[in-house]
């Protein structure tokens, strides 16, 4: 199994040896990638719609793992057992979907799991949710597949209030990476607030907070 750039930053942050559960799997190609590595033996491959569940047991049994990867149905982890796996990552969906999964599913409170988020949209407010439930996002990656970059957070239960501020929620923990292409999406946040800050400008209107912000983006721009 090859995995593209997304897939593969995604699966280099999967600890080893845990049960692995891959939240609207789709294609399982994660799981499936996973196992044949040897970095679990025993996975969960869930989706909300039996489509994409079919092709995820195309790709399971076609590699022979029938016995390693459970498929189910699932919305969120509405579906699953406390604890029933402990290495845990939800792909591609939206921020706003993902947070749903994360305030509903009380088991995820817990220091010995570990959430792998790749949001679409909304990594902000996805931020925002996992401080107000205890979470520290440990590290963030970010990836690029053709010309999108897509980040991820690595996620741990804390037990501790996360003090934060608007400008944690708006780069993350992308300031303490050094590659190329944190860099990069930095710079892009950057452009997206400075933008956004020239049209309330045009426009006459009010705009102090943002332009205090985008002072503070501006050291990353490139
Ligand atoms: C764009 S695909 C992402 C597939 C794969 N995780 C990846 O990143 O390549 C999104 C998948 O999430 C599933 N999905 C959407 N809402 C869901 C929910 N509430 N619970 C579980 N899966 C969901 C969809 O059916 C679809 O298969």
Redesign the pocket.
Same mark, same amino acid.
């Given at each position: 199994m090859k995995l593209d750039n997304r897939?593969m930053a995604i699966a280099d942050l999967v600890r080893k040896d845990k049960i692995f559960a891959?939240? %609207?799997?789709?294609?399982a190609?994660?799981p499936v990638y996973l196992v044949e590595n040897g970095i679990t033996k025993k996975a969960i491959a869930?989706?909300?719609?039996v489509g994409?569940l079919e092709n995820a047991r195309d790709a399971v049994v076609s590699y022979g793992y029938s016995e390693q990867i459970e498929l189910r149905l699932?919305? %969120?982890l509405d579906n699953f057992k406390e604890n029933e796996a402990h290495e845990i990552a939800v792909?591609?969906?939206g921020g706003l979907?993902i947070s749903s999964f994360i305030e509903r599913t009380h088991w995820l409170k817990n220091e010995n799991i570990h959430l792998i988020l790749?949001p679409m949209t909304h990594v902000e407010e996805l931020r925002k949710t996992l401080f107000d439930n205890k979470f520290i996002i440990d590290k963030e990656v970010v990836a690029k597949d053709g010309d999108k970059l897509y980040i991820i957070l690595s996620c741990y239960y804390y037990s501790d209030e996360t003090a934060y501020t608007d400008l944690d929620l708006i780069v993350g923990k992308l300031p303490h990476n050094n590659d190329d292409l944190s860099k990069e999406y930095l710079s892009k946040i950057y452009n997206k607030y400075k933008k956004k800050l020239d049209a309330l400008k045009k426009a006459d209107k009010e705009c102090t907070d943002l332009e205090e912000l985008v002072g503070e983006l501006k050291q990353w721009q490139q």
């Open positions: 897939l891959d939240i %609207g799997t789709d294609h190609y994660l869930a989706d909300l719609r994409p699932s919305d %969120g792909a591609g969906m979907l790749q």
